[in-house]
């Protein structure tokens, strides 16, 4: 998870302690290619190198200058209230007059009476007879929902299964070369080390007392971890030559994993796996680099540990799919030691005849452990450079996601202004940062005020030329990437000029940010275990007419999206993680975003939809009483969602993204900060036509951001009760445009 950072001076040894990325550590290594000419200039990095220069003198007006807002209009053309069926959605929805101004000003709004559903908001339109809009809100809360479903199919039936057996047989090869006096001796401590790491994972998962495969005192520093663990709270962790602060309220199970006994020992396993530095390569400040050969030599063992018992294949697997669903490693791991130990020219058991420089040599020119978002509690002075993150070893660390490296690079101590290299004391990032960086020139312009308080601008400009820049196989490289894409078309600028005029006003931009946002925080909850932290018909009734949001953008990439799902599932399945029609439900998810994305681009063409499409869009739900009671759906919309069955079930969902150790003046909060989703609520909007306005009535989602302190991280049932009792709390002041 991203990573904490805290000001102030710790010189207690609790916290590793990297160094500035201009200090002398790293050695450059002879160039082999001295004498060949020289390569082709690299247009990206010289385009890249302009707009460095450009970020290192941007002011905030230049900036804002260089991402204008779309061009948009003050107020609609038309008399809203007029639309067809206006006065039945207002008597429906008990709108009230500052809801009517808006509604007439902009041509839409968001009221904040609530359906306690998604289907039920559809279907109470259904039985209403009113005209319905088919929202991008409605579709992402469905791929979040049949996303986490089906995430739990793959942990319940393929992953667990295989860690567990992963952790067992490495930890038995482990007792029988400690048995067997196959180890080098100095490896005695090294092996100490990893049997304490093994048996904290193997407890953690199975929720039984483990033994250690060593002696009594592995015991007691196992156990002494594990009681840390059910602490919740940040303490010192001394593993693999290392001690630093852990922060050990990650293992509060969280998400899908909060109430299933099994996935949530397998969440607690997997984030002590996944968390756990194993750091090679430190960086103290103004020293060089210092190689940490205990955690070097724990990485080969436990590599070699895995071989002798065949399971580096089960490693592989669950290696295998974690990156199809979230992305790339952010550290070193089992799959980087063969090539280093190919550099190093020896076995896995022949470390000692490597020197310490020898070592550090081939981690340093081979890159390996490099991390790229902080992951642990780090403390440095706001007047010291920033800081070299080290370079470390995880068994199966979290990943890389873009989203995390913005928070990273927006927040203490790696935010500056890029104008003086003066370091920002930023703690908490904004979602807004995140935003910009994915494609939103409006969220810019929302971050004024802040910054004019950090004037970090020159940082988001670069980072947003790094992500426009990536390739389209960046974006196809996991589900994570290709939901992420899917929010960025939400904002596709060859759109725009075609929106119906509600669509070309300042309070949609916000309309669609909130719905980017609370996506996002739907896609930060069912990833929060593997993406790295920066530290959502009855007889006689129908629907009148219906309207689908028209982004065909948006529709395509999340066609796209079912198309990589479609090749996941039959990848797994022939590779023995069978999970029961996904493949199905994918290629079916597929076959609607074609339709809708083929209905979105005929309205924005001002073209006749077909019967077929008119009738397709008539279907979208129908709710149906049979037997002693019982509720079940019909229609497409319930078929986006992988059990159809669970339609019905909805529980607002948090995830804690962010965590600040202290604040700016280096006292202790242990702030952490989440993003949420409430109940969804229901959107008014009227499109021109041509016999006049016509008004249409569909749900959205509800984002809402909660601070808390202490390091407590608060799950869904927690999140459940506070807006049960409390009701849901502010939502940010930029959705009053649209949301009065």
């Known amino acids: 998870m991203m990573g904490c950072l805290g000001t102030g001076c710790v010189n207690d040894g609790t916290a590793v302690w990297v160094a500035p990325d201009s200090s002398p550590e790293d050695p450059e290594p002879e160039d082999p290619n ?82 306690a559903r998604f289907e039920e908001g559809y279907h109470e339109i259904y039985y209403a007879d009113l005209p319905v809009l088919i929202t991008s809100d409605s579709i992402l809360y469905a791929l979040h929902r049949s996303f986490d479903a089906i995430l739990m199919d793959l942990e319940l039936v393929a992953l667990e299964p295989d860690l567990r057996m992963l952790l067992d047989e490495t930890h038995a090869a482990l007792g029988e070369a400690v048995d067997g006096g196959d180890l080098p001796a100095g490896l005695a401590a090294v092996a100490d080390d990893l049997d304490v790491y093994l048996t904290v994972a193997r407890t953690l998962l199975e929720d039984v007392e483990i033994a250690p495969v060593g002696g009594a005192a592995n015991l007691g520093r196992a156990q002494a971890i594990l009681d840390a663990a059910k602490g919740r709270s940040v303490a010192s962790l001394s593993l693999f030559g290392a001690t630093y602060d852990y922060d050990f309220s990650q293992l509060t199970p969280r998400g899908h994993y909060e109430d299933d006994p099994v996935l949530t020992r397998y969440f607690q396993a997997m984030m002590w796996l996944g968390r756990t530095d194993l750091p090679m390569v430190l960086y103290p400040p103004g020293e060089p680099a210092q190689l940490n050969r205990s955690a070097v030599e724990g990485a080969v063992l436990l590599h070699e540990m895995m071989s002798q018992a065949d399971a580096y294949e089960r490693w592989a697997r669950i290696d295998s799919v974690i990156g199809r669903i979230v992305g790339e490693r952010d550290s070193m791991s089992p799959a980087d030691v063969g090539p280093l130990l190919s550099d190093l020219g020896v076995g896995a058991l022949q470390m000692s005849e490597v020197t310490d420089e020898q070592l550090m040599e081939a981690l340093i020119v081979g890159n390996y452990g490099l991390q790229r978002i902080m992951s642990q509690i780090m403390y440095t002075d706001p007047t010291d450079p920033p800081l070299r993150l080290p370079r470390v070893y995880q068994m199966l660390g979290q990943r890389f996601t873009i989203d995390s490296y913005v928070f990273h690079n927006v927040t203490y101590d790696r935010v500056a202004d890029l104008r003086s290299d003066d370091k920002l004391t930023r703690m908490l990032p904004s979602e807004l940062d995140a935003q910009f960086v994915l494609g939103s020139n409006a969220a810019a312009h929302h971050l004024s005020d802040e910054l004019d308080r950090y004037p970090y601008q020159g940082v988001l400009h670069e980072l947003r030329f790094l992500v426009d820049s990536h390739p389209a196989d960046f974006w196809d490289g996991s589900i994570y990437n290709a939901w992420l894409s899917g929010i960025r078309a939400l904002d596709d600028a060859s759109e725009h000029d075609q929106y119906p005029e509600p669509m070309r006003t300042d309070a949609w931009l916000d309309k669609s940010l909130h719905t980017r946002a609370s996506s996002r925080a739907e896609l930060r909850h069912d990833t929060l275990l593997y993406a790295k932290q920066s530290y959502s018909g009855g007889i006689g009734c ?44 994918f290629d079916g998810w597929t076959s609607t975003m074609q339709t809708l994305h083929g209905i979105a681009t005929k309205e924005l063409a001002g073209e006749m939809l077909s019967g077929e499409e008119v009738a397709f869009l008539g279907g979208t739900i129908e709710q149906e009483i049979v037997g002693c009671g019982q509720v079940t759906y019909d229609g497409w919309y319930p078929g986006l969602f992988y059990d159809p069955e669970t339609v019905d079930d909805y529980s607002p969902t948090i995830a804690d993204v962010h965590t600040a150790p202290t604040d700016e003046n280096g006292n202790e909060r242990g702030w952490v900060a989440h993003m949420a989703t409430g109940h969804p609520i229901l959107m008014v909007m009227t499109v021109p036509q041509c016999d006049g306005p016509r008004a249409y009535l569909g749900p959205i989602n509800s984002y809402h951001e909660v601070l808390t302190e202490g390091y407590e991280r608060l799950t869904d049932s927690q999140w459940l009760a506070r807006i049960s009792t409390e009701g849901d709390p502010e939502r940010p002041a930029w959705t009053a445009s649209f949301m009065p």
């Open 542 to 585: 129908e629907y009148p007419d219906a309207y689908v949001e028209p982004v065909p953008a948006f529709y395509a990439r999340m066609e796209r999206l079912g198309e990589l799902g479609g090749e996941m599932m039959r990848d797994l399945e022939a590779a023995g993680y069978a999970s029961p029609g996904g493949a199905a439900y």
């Open 34 to 115: 001295a004498g060949l000419p020289l390569p082709e200039p690299d247009p990206f990095l010289e385009e890249y190198a302009q707009v460095q220069l450009e970020a290192a003198s941007m002011s905030k007006e230049d900036f804002l200058a260089a991402y204008p807002k779309p061009a948009t209009i003050d107020t609609v053309s038309y008399d809203p209230m007029s639309a067809a069926f206006m006065d039945e959605i207002v008597v429906f929805t008990g709108m009230g007059l500052e809801q009517r101004e808006v509604l007439a000003d902009k041509g839409f709004v968001a009221l904040r009476d609530r359906p």
